[in-house]
């Protein structure tokens, strides 16, 4: 039984996966990698992941993250995140990978934010970053 449930849903040409649970190695991840290469092959090509219910991210799901990222960017899209929860903006911190992503708090900006010219819409908000800098092991 797999620990991560994906809703889709669109807003215009933007795909949003809203994921409840943990992307970890197993089932929940060999979903989402299914999910975003079926996506991807059927032309969807600007994907928004709404993390705001997952709990648990490891080393399986960062990497799942990452190449979906990759495969997205190879086919001219992109793939934004939304909804940090504190323990996985933490994790993207540490990891470095928030400076990879587009990070957004509000679904409506990060909609926006897809296909524009202007990149001047404000990612993820800096004091949550500061935050969990704070408090992480580093």
Known sequence: MSNLTITQRRSGPVVILD??????????????????RDLVHSGEIQILLNLEEV????????GE?????????KSGG???????TERVTELM?????????D????ESEAIASFNTLDRTT???????V???????IL
């Open 93 to 101: 911190v540490i990891t470095k990978l928030l400076t990879v992503f």
């Open 19 to 36: 994921l409840v649970g943990q992307i970890r190695l197993g089932q929940g991840n060999i979903n989402l990698h299914k999910t975003l």
């Open 103 to 106: 990070v957004y708090e509000s």
């Open 78 to 84: 992109e793939l934004k995140l939304l909804k940090l």
């Open 130 to 136: 500061q935050k969990a800098r704070a408090t992480s």
């Open 122 to 128: 404000q990612p993820l908000d800096e004091s949550r």
């Open 65 to 73: 993250l990452i190449a979906g990222f990759a495969s997205l960017e």
């Open 55 to 62: 709990s648990t991210i490891d080393s399986s799901g960062l």
